[in-house]
């Protein structure tokens, strides 16, 4: 069980994470600093994509709050 464990870790570590050695050999860099590149722009875009709900909630709530539905005139 162990070995077949150990094989499929093998196998990715030379097949998959082969991509970042790549192209840092193609840009002349480090793998390390390219695949620190790639964990903080995946950090970057989630960030990204959490900001602009709060905002869009933020702005919904406001919208709300200012244009609520009267029924009546006596109702100001």
Avoid: N, Q
Wanted: hydrophobic share 50%; proline share 0%.
């Amino acid at each position: 069980m162990r070995s077949i464990i150990y094989k499929i870790r093998y196998f990715f570590e030379r097949h998959g994470f082969y991509v970042s050695s790549r192209l840092a050999d193609k840009l002349g860099m480090r793998a390390k600093s390219v695949r620190l590149f790639f964990i903080y722009a995946s950090f970057f875009t989630v960030g990204i994509g959490f900001v602009f709900y709060l905002t869009l909630a933020f702005w919904l709530r406001l919208k709300d709050l200012v244009y609520t539905k009267r029924t009546s005139v006596f109702d100001l």
